[in-house]
Nanobody
């Protein structure tokens, strides 16, 4: 079964940038829409966005500028995060949009603080 592996998180000051990376598989991109999520609690995840579509409500709470990029040929998806604020702190995961989701990967932690 395909495993989702995220990386690229870290500690940045307000106003900083990060680029998160996720390795999946090319096949997933042929059969699903891949996206980025932020873990809220337990089994609850907040959709951040997919390629060409960032969720307004999520961005309104997280703050910052977000861009999703992907390479289906490589089976990879990235989340570019700019102008970050402490509200963006959290653990970020990639996965397919429902109902095609896979088991969640470990995610990657983003911490925005002075």
């Amino acid at each position: 079964q395909v495993k989702l592996v995220e990386s690229g998180g870290g500690f940045v000051p307000p106003g900083g940038s990060l680029r998160l990376s996720c390795t999946a598989s090319p096949e997933l991109f042929r059969t699903t829409t891949m996206a980025w999520f932020r873990h809220i609690s337990d089994d609850s995840y907040e959709l951040v966005g997919s390629k060409g579509k960032i969720m307004f409500n999520t961005i309104n709470s997280i703050k910052g500028r977000f861009t999703v990029m992907e390479s289906p040929e490589l089976g990879r998806i990235w989340l570019q995060m700019d102008d970050l604020t402490p509200a963006a702190t959290g653990r970020y995961h990639c996965n397919a949009l429902p109902p095609h989701q896979l088991p969640w990967g470990p995610g990657t932690q983003v911490t925005v603080a002075s």
